[in-house]
């Protein structure tokens, strides 16, 4: 069974202060993912790599960063934390689609509250 | 910028019912579109559809793809309680690399 596992279920932080959320896949997938998850709004994309070494903001990056120094792990940054980061945070996973597509697979999530 | 949108936002509807979920899609460069469940963690995959016109099928659960159109539909019949959750539309699309996107869910809940 492919495991995508992140470091923590639940988080407090106090405001100002630098935050990592780990996540590992067991799968050799080339494709990581982070989304934070708010009420209303989905699922939406913060940064994304698609190999070791490279990412690509997504469509939430400020206020983020991120690292992959090894292919089964995916960290997620927050230089400092502010209240406004308090949300869901969800990692996940994928081979490169080509002739075999597979879905992405999820972490358990994270979530974070700052305070 | 690259959109997912699904309607509605939300539905109630009671146990037995047969509901229909849309999700549409704006942009070039499509590789596959995915229907996932969420209850109270980590969404949980449903179908991959990468073909028009294809429908899949798992037990009271279809979904179908309509390139031509831009959208697809999620089925479900006879609903049950246990279907009740946060569905949700996604697709993979490749600008060189491939980026995963979300539309904003739509809340199903089955009143018994």
């Known amino acids: 069974d492919v495991k995508v596992t992140q470091s923590s279920r639940y988080l407090v932080k106090r405001t100002g202060e630098k935050v990592f959320l780990e996540c590992v896949q067991d799968m050799d997938h080339e494709n990581m993912f982070w989304y934070r998850q708010d009420p209303g709004l989905g699922l939406r994309l913060i940064y994304f790599s698609y190999d070791v070494k490279m990412k690509e903001k997504g469509d939430i990056p400020e206020g983020y960063s991120v690292s992959r120094e090894k292919k089964e792990r995916f960290s997620l940054i927050l230089e400092s934390a502010s209240t406004n980061q308090t949300s869901m945070y969800l990692c996940?996973?994928?081979?490169?689609?080509?002739?075999?597509?597979?879905?992405?697979?999820f972490g358990q999530g994270t979530r974070l509250t700052v305070v | 910028e690259d959109k997912v949108v699904q309607s509605p936002l939300s539905l109630v509807v009671h146990e037995g019912d047969t509901v229909t979920l849309n999700c549409s899609y704006e942009v070039t460069n499509f590789r596959s579109l995915l229907w996932y469940k969420q209850e109270k963690k980590a969404p949980t995959f449903l179908f991959m559809l990468?073909?028009?016109?294809i429908e899949k099928k798992s037990g009271r659960l279809s979904s179908i793809l309509d390139k031509k159109e831009l959208s697809s539909i999620l089925n479900i019949t006879a609903t049950q309680t246990g279907d009740s959750a946060i569905y949700l539309c996604a697709e993979y699309y490749n600008f060189g690399n491939e980026k995963l996107t979300f539309g904003t869910g739509t809340r199903l809940t089955i009143i018994p």
């Open positions: 996940a996973s994928s081979y490169r689609t080509g002739p075999l597509n597979t879905e992405a697979f």
């Open positions: 990468t073909s028009s016109g």
